[in-house]
């Protein structure tokens, strides 16, 4: 066999914009059949798993392997003239043909018994053998057609016995046998016959077509399976399936069992030369309608269509360029099939070739051949490894890479790097080297293994880290942070980084970041803190937490605090690593730095020793934190403090250390003659309450008419405004004396009734209490024998009448009997719960 040039996909044209992907391969039969045809010309083939059996126009049988090659033993010459159709049974050990010479021959290719040589004297068009001929019990039976239908059978002594099963129908042109039922043509359409009820199931009528004579066309029967069957007859298909009727339908009816339902019709737009299944499709052999330019035959079509109710789509169409098919007519051309195999048999009569769907090695060298890499690289992903010999995933994948390199597509070629190798050590070394030769190692740089589970030589690393350095200095420092170290050689890496900041101009300050990095590889932390400290790089903060390196950062405080201000209080403060007494040494000569480190500490430690220095910063600062610290903490020297408030005039803050110290006649006088605001005075004094602080207040506004008014308005909740009063001068003017007046009398009067009924409700409260005290004391105590007497330990009620005791029962609860109390003295507590007197009750017998 050779490979196919005879094939054109989808079209006949020479201008296709994009071939589309063929469904067959097609293969030529050669060998001995090539010299067969020489001399002789195909009218018929029959084939089997086993074997092929070609009939030809001189009347021979030729029987060939699946490679075209003639089986040596097997020689046949049954008829004088052409073979018109050969039938072989299930198990290829019997074949039947029929010729226009009137013969009928059945012939075993293992076995003479149960062959027959029948001269019919009729033109035979069509024999049919039993599918299960080969066996015993199967009545070795054979149909074979002419203008009638019988049916011939081996009975008893081995004698052959006819049976017409059809005729006045006419001529029969085609005959199929599967397994149970018959299928054959004649002049008014195809019967369907079922062998084992001995009964037809229906007549398919064929439809009149103008201008066109039936019997010029051969019908096209086949079998798909048990069940369904296939007709192709000029240009019109039918499929019919063969169902079971109903129980309901069979009760009260002669009908047969089963019934023929076509389900699909339609018409093509060529001739039929032959028809196949293919899985849920159709193989149609067709012959063009039209003729060429010169009235010659155009080449024969195969197509693969999916058909439906009353209409199909051509899913494929392969045009064959078989040797002589301009002489050739529409009946010239048979096509038979495997169908366990979907190997399709083409037959003109100088030629045979045989198509079969592509398998999976077939089809990824057609996609290579048309550079659809992806689609290829995608089937081979997606099916099982088994089913290909040829074609890997590896070898695939790199005939693409080169594809894709030769297209200079160098990121698709590396993101397909990482889909191909996966964790293959040897093929990334080996192929990775393709990039290097065109200086894209940059392309699959995301993509090479980068754990160390599976890492490469390091060679290959420090490969593409000195492509980025020459470069991309960006990437350079990307792959320097994302990259294990452990992956290639540091101390390299850092020498080729020196070398290259020798000669390079730009980006300078991110090769000495990537430095930085190399250094800490090396533990070299000193290098790396003064270097990413020099380029004012916040990474400092990262290193110094990762490698813990609070012990060498003490000189290096300031300018961590100058980097970041937040990161580095952080640092400082984190876990107490770094002393505060270390930083705020360090700090002492940077005010504004050392108050955001101490305003942060004392945060985390409110009695801290800096508040001393915290006093000084806020009001340097951030006054509004100065007067809550003063108040809140105990740990600052006042009177510094308090020298630091003067120098700054900050009165409130003055107020608060005057009055700390015990100073309240100079806080009060700051008050009124700095701040004048008199309620914070009136608060002022209540805080204090003391009442020789009121005097100085009435005093200090006595020359102040409108703080005389104040506190005739609100002086009457805390003292007695009637001191304010006297003391005010005869003829003082003072603005809105009236309603201030008004306001204190109404303040005073409210005051006073606020008292009284104060006092009404505690003096009723004091006689409802003692009334309910009163009660309470009045009321029985409960005495049961459980009970017992706290001096004797017996029980308090005894059992002997003649004897009566009286017995003393105290509010908590103790009893004693009264003659075990002290004679000589007065009781009146319980001498187990009170040392005072207490009330008791007398209880006597």
Not at 518 to 532: A, G, H, I, N, T
Not at 672 to 697: G, H, R, S, V
Request: hydrophobic share 35%.
């Amino acid at each position: 066999m050779s490979e196919p040039s005879f094939t054109d996909c989808a079209s006949d044209t020479e201008s296709i914009e994009e071939e589309i992907e063929p469904k067959l391969k097609y293969v030529r039969l050669i060998n001995d059949l090539k010299n067969i045809l020489s001399k002789d010309a195909a009218s018929c083939i029959a084939v089997h798993t086993k074997f092929i059996c070609l009939g030809s126009h001189w009347g021979a049988v030729h029987v060939l392997d699946h490679d075209g090659n003639l089986i040596k033993n097997v020689q046949l010459k049954p008829h004088a003239v052409a073979v018109n159709q050969i039938s072989i049974d299930v198990k290829g050990d019997y074949i039947a043909t029929c010729s226009d010479d009137g013969k009928v021959f059945v012939q075993g290719l293992y076995s003479k018994d149960n062959n027959h040589n029948l001269n019919i004297g009729r033109l035979m068009k069509t024999v049919a053998l039993d599918p299960n001929y080969f066996k015993p019990s199967s009545g070795r039976r054979f149909i074979t057609g002419d203008d009638k239908l019988t049916l011939y059978e081996k009975t008893f002594l081995s004698r052959l016995r006819s049976t017409v099963l059809c005729e006045s129908e006419g001529f029969v042109r085609s005959l199929c046998w599967g397994e149970n039922f018959i299928a054959w043509s004649s002049d008014i359409g195809v019967r369907v016959y079922d062998i084992n009820a001995r009964c037809s199931l229906g007549l398919i009528k064929w439809e009149e077509h103008p201008g066109i004579s039936l019997e010029n066309f051969r019908c096209n029967l086949r079998w798909a399976d048990s069940r369904t069957l296939l007709i192709g007859w000029v240009d019109t298909v039918r499929v019919c399936v063969i169902r079971k009727r109903s129980t309901m339908e069979l009760a009260n009816s002669d009908l047969p069992e089963y019934l023929v339902d076509p389900v699909s019709t339609f018409q093509t737009e060529f001739y039929i030369s032959g028809i196949a299944p293919l899985d849920h499709q159709l193989v149609l052999l067709g012959f063009p309608k039209e003729l060429d330019e010169d009235n010659k035959s155009l080449r024969p079509q195969l197509y693969i269509v999916e058909y439906r109710d009353n209409d199909y789509t051509d899913v494929c169409t392969d045009y064959l360029s078989l040797r002589g098919y301009k002489e050739y007519t529409v009946n010239d051309y048979n096509l038979d099939v495997l169908i366990e195999e979907n190997r399709f048999f083409i037959v003109a009569p100088k030629d045979i070739v045989i198509a079969s769907p592509y398998d999976l090695d077939d089809r990824i060298h057609w996609l290579i051949q048309h550079s659809k890499y992806e689609e290829a690289l995608t089937a081979i992903t997606n099916a099982n490894t088994r089913e290909n010999k040829k074609y890997t995933i590896e070898n695939v994948g790199i005939a693409y890479l080169d594809y894709l390199l030769s297209r200079k597509l160098y990121d698709t070629a590396g993101k397909l790097c990482f889909k191909i190798f996966g964790k293959n050590k040897g093929m990334w070394e080996e192929e990775i080297f393709k990039f290097a030769t065109v200086h894209q190692l940059r392309s699959v740089s995301p993509y090479i293994p980068q754990s160390l589970d599976c890492k490469l030589d390091k060679h290959i690393y420090e490969m593409v880290l000195y492509e980025y350095l020459k470069m991309d200095s960006h990437g350079f420092l990307k792959l320097v942070k994302e990259w294990n170290h452990q992956l290639y050689n540091t101390s390299a890496m850092i020498n080729a980084v020196l070398e290259h900041l020798l000669i390079c101009e730009i980006d300078k300050n991110l090769y000495l970041e990537a430095l930085a990095c190399l250094y800490s590889y090396e533990r070299q932390y000193d290098k790396s803190l003064s270097m990413y400290l020099t380029l004012e790089n916040k990474d400092v903060f990262n290193l110094i937490q990762k490698h813990n390196l609070y012990n060498i950062v003490d000189n290096m405080i300031v300018e961590l605090m100058n980097l970041d201000q937040g990161k580095a209080i952080a640092l400082f403060l984190e876990k107490n690593r770094i002393p505060s007494e270390v930083v705020v040494a360090k700090l002492a000569d940077h005010a504004m730095l050392l108050y955001k480190y101490l305003d942060e500490f004392d945060k985390t430690d409110s009695k801290n020793q800096y508040h001393g220095q915290l006093v000084k910063l806020y009001s340097i600062f951030d006054r509004d934190k100065l007067l809550p610290l003063l108040k809140r903490s105990k740990h600052y020297p006042i009177q510094e403090a308090l020298d630091i408030c003067v120098k700054a005039k900050y009165y409130p803050e003055m107020v608060f250390l005057l009055a700390r110290i015990g100073d309240t006649k100079e806080a009060l006088e700051l008050i009124i003659n700095e701040l004048k605001d008199m309620q914070y005075a009136i608060t002022f004094c209540q805080q204090q309450n003391d009442p020789d602080l009121w005097n100085d207040l009435i005093n200090h506004s006595l020359d102040k008419p409108e703080f005389i008014t104040f506190l005739l308005q609100s002086l009457g909740t805390y003292m007695d405004p009637t001191v304010l009063i006297k003391k005010i001068q005869p003829n003082k003017e003072i603005p809105g004396l009236k309603n201030s007046l008004v306001k204190m009398l109404c303040t005073y009067n409210l005051q006073v009734s606020f008292q009284e009924g104060c006092k009404k409700i505690l003096v009723s409260d004091y006689f409802n209490l003692h009334n309910k005290l009163v009660r309470t004391q009045q009321r029985g105590v409960n005495v049961s024998d459980q009970m017992f007497c706290g001096a004797c330990h017996r029980k308090i009620l005894q059992t002997d009448h003649s004897r009566r005791d009286s017995i003393i029962v105290f509010n908590c609860k103790h009893s004693f009997h009264e003659r075990c109390l002290p004679d000589d003295l007065e009781v009146t507590n319980c001498g187990i719960c009170h040392e005072t007197p207490t009330n008791y009750h007398i209880f006597s017998d």
